[in-house]
């Protein structure tokens, strides 16, 4: 046992908030709670806990989940829940690093050897992707994903809709699969058009076809749909998650364990996930340490289907990438679709704390884009 002496957040480049908790004995694990966009509320969030949690067990990691989620009355979403993520992958890693574990010991010991990953191609303004996708070829990847559209308005040229399935015909005749994200900025007139276009040219699966706040819009698309639907981004709780797997509406969820409450509540996600026949594809388009805490939940689901992983994502400028921040970055190998399980203890990667320290000095928050229209209005980025 060992009670919490300190808890740190870190600010990196290109939009990262990492999280470091030290006992009193000196032991530490890392954890991360990066909302892209609202990094400052999240410091907050950090910063009022930080003090409170002062000489709590640090192996108690599930009365400190209940503590963060249930003790402040007010419960739930992104920035209390991305918070709590951060603190709650950290006290995982410190415990197993204390036992000399990976993380996936604990949670029942691994089910495969090696996980299926993807990464992502084309950026926000999707264009040529052929040479994108030659290149993840070159790196190992048999599977990518990618923006099905620019911009668009709520109804608006079906010109722009056959351009995504171009770019999805282009990139299977290379032998790739293709993930198709709408992201949430197609709205239903087009989104209902677009699925059905893409339908013949089977992608893995469509994202976010709708913002989940519309499930009855996105439920109308599955009803009408063969493609496999893939959401959960945005969902923050198991709560948040039942009435998807209620509605029978989603295939594939997508929790993000930096926006789930860590690797607790990811954990129980994907149980109920796996009783719905529903499978597993967490969503991680940010750094090695939310991605190494994702792999101890994928090592232990049977319903894990597919990891993304963030190598090379258009967020990533300014020198810092995927293989930044640690000491043993080959940890992310791809190697025909593939990478192998870590089997270091704690999370499996060795954090370079003083890339981190160096780093996060006078670091910005990074900012979402947005996208207007011809008229000047709001769309969804």
């Not at 032991?27 to 000489?55: D, K, P």
């Amino acid at each position: 046992m060992g009670k919490i002496a300190k808890i740190e957040y870190f600010r990196v480049p290109p939009r990262w908030l990492f999280v470091k908790v030290t006992d009193e004995a000196g032991c530490v694990g890392w954890g991360e709670a990066s909302l892209e966009g609202h990094t400052q509320a999240v410091e907050g969030c950090l910063e009022a806990w930080a003090g409170r949690y002062i000489g709590l067990e640090a192996e108690d990691i599930e009365h400190i989940w209940q503590l963060s989620y249930r003790g402040g009355f007010y419960r739930g979403g992104p920035v209390l829940m991305s918070a709590l993520s951060g603190i709650d992958i950290a006290l995982w890693d410190l415990k197993a690093r204390k036992l000399n574990v990976p993380i996936y010991q604990l949670l029942g010991g691994k089910v495969r050897d090696k996980l299926r990953v993807y990464a992502w191609i084309g950026g926000d303004r999707p264009s040529d992707v052929e040479v994108q996708a030659n290149a993840r070829k070159a790196q190992g990847f048999n599977a990518v994903k990618m923006n099905a559209t620019e911009d668009l308005g709520w109804l608006d040229s079906p010109r722009k809709l056959n351009e995504c399935v171009e770019r999805v015909k282009t990139v299977k005749a290379l032998g790739l699969d293709a993930g198709v994200d709408f992201h949430g900025r197609v709205h239903k007139p087009m989104a209902k058009q677009l699925a059905a276009k893409l339908e013949p040219h089977e992608p893995l699966f469509i994202e976010e076809p709708l913002l989940s706040e519309n499930i009855g819009g996105i439920r109308d698309i599955a009803a009408h749909t063969h493609c496999p639907i893939a959401l959960g981004e945005r969902l923050h709780s198991r709560w948040d998650v039942r009435p998807f797997l209620e509605s029978g509406c989603v295939d594939i969820l997508q929790p993000d364990i930096c926006h789930v409450g860590g690797i607790s509540e990811m954990r129980r996600i994907a149980s109920a996930c796996e009783t719905y026949d529903v499978a597993l594809a967490p969503h991680c388009p940010l750094g090695p340490i939310a991605l190494a805490a994702n792999i101890q939940i994928d090592a232990v689901s049977p319903n894990f289907v597919i990891q993304e992983m963030s190598l090379g994502i258009h967020y990533n400028l300014g020198g810092q990438d995927l293989d930044s921040y640690t000491f043993n970055p080959e940890v992310w190998k791809v190697t025909d679709g593939y990478v192998h399980l870590m089997k270091g203890p704690g999370l499996g990667i060795e954090v370079n704390e003083q890339q981190v320290r160096d780093l996060a000095r006078d670091s910005k928050a990074w900012v979402s884009p947005t996208f207007v229209g011809p008229g000047n209005e709001l769309r969804e980025w």
